[in-house]
């Protein structure tokens, strides 16, 4: 495992593709305790707690962050889906009961419909639009799920 603090410059070019993939201004300051780990994945750090994660090179932030600070278009879920969501599964187009608007590709929450709780982070294979018009197949690409190696980090 590699532990790395990151330096100022560092820290403005991570605010600024938040800024870019998810609209944050200014999301990590520069007088926290920003770190890059390096292990089995890699990860950023704020003040030891886990916010990101990359995946494919793209910066995902992780179901500890969201919980805490929602800045991600949901997918709202039935609850028989929600064991398999929480295994992992991705996400079928018949188990989704509410959609917010975004692109495909974007990186999105899956809540349940009951509590509204986040239970994974998943990346859209279409836009909502599209996904609106399907009835049957896989639209949701679970990344990272509640009880996973990320979330037990």
Do not use: C
């Not at 994660?53 to 793209?58: D, R, S």
């Amino acid at each position: 495992m590699k532990n790395k603090h990151l330096s100022n410059k560092e820290i403005k070019q991570l605010n600024q593709q938040l800024k870019e993939f998810y609209n944050l201004d200014n999301f990590l300051n520069k007088k926290d305790k920003t770190e890059l780990i390096e292990d089995e994945f890699k990860l950023i750090t704020v003040n030891n707690e886990v916010y990101f994660f990359y995946h494919e090179e793209k910066l995902i932030p992780t179901l500890k962050l969201i919980i805490k600070n929602t800045f991600l278009p949901k997918i709202i879920i039935d609850m028989p889906a929600v064991k398999f969501i929480a295994n992992g599964a991705d996400v079928m187009r018949p188990g989704i009961k509410g959609i917010d608007t975004f692109e495909k590709d974007q990186i999105i929450v899956i809540v349940d419909e009951t509590h509204q709780k986040s239970l994974a982070i998943g990346q859209a294979l279409f836009n909502s639009k599209e996904i609106k018009d399907l009835e049957t197949g896989k639209v949701i690409k679970n990344l990272h799920y509640v009880g996973d190696k990320v979330w037990n980090y």
